[in-house]
């Protein structure tokens, strides 16, 4: 009825750290892997309303449907392009008025080059698309 208590060493052995023995970590085989990125993309595909079958035969039904999957995320990318360029132009003009003119002229450089590039992304994401449908 009541388990025999076992002594598995003394209390300045626990308290030394003496007790922990190191445990292997858990590591999934190549074939669960595997399996879970198959399972993953399946119920992707099957929560965004894409047949496999048909859409085979229809020239660019899984590029629109992901396309429209993902056009939310990218009007957040966009959206929040530009207060963070706006922080980040006012931290170079401070930068210049405090007389680190490299420092300021840098980051309003690289800021106006960052919000510009976030901007046409989805333009040249299209273009690569079309240039891919083509080859």
């Not at 993953?40 to 929560?47: D, P």
């Not at 989805?122 to 083509?134: G, R, T």
Request: charged share 15%.
């Amino acid at each position: 009825m009541f388990n025999k208590v076992q002594t598995v060493g003394t209390i300045s052995e626990f308290l030394a750290g003496e007790h922990k023995k190191p445990r292997k970590a858990w590591r999934p085989s190549a074939a669960v892997t595997n399996s879970v990125i198959i399972v993953a993309g399946a119920l992707f595909f099957t929560l965004a309303g894409v047949d496999l079958a048909s859409a085979a035969t229809v020239d660019g039904v899984i590029y629109d449907k992901i396309n429209r999957a993902f056009l939310p995320l990218v009007e957040l990318v966009k959206g929040l392009s530009y207060p963070i360029a706006l922080v980040i132009l006012s931290a170079g003009a401070l930068m210049i008025m405090i007389g680190n003119r490299e420092k300021g002229f840098s980051m309003i450089q690289q800021a106006s080059i960052g919000y510009i590039l976030v901007q046409l992304m989805p333009l040249l994401m299209d273009l690569l698309v079309q240039i891919a449908k083509s080859i």
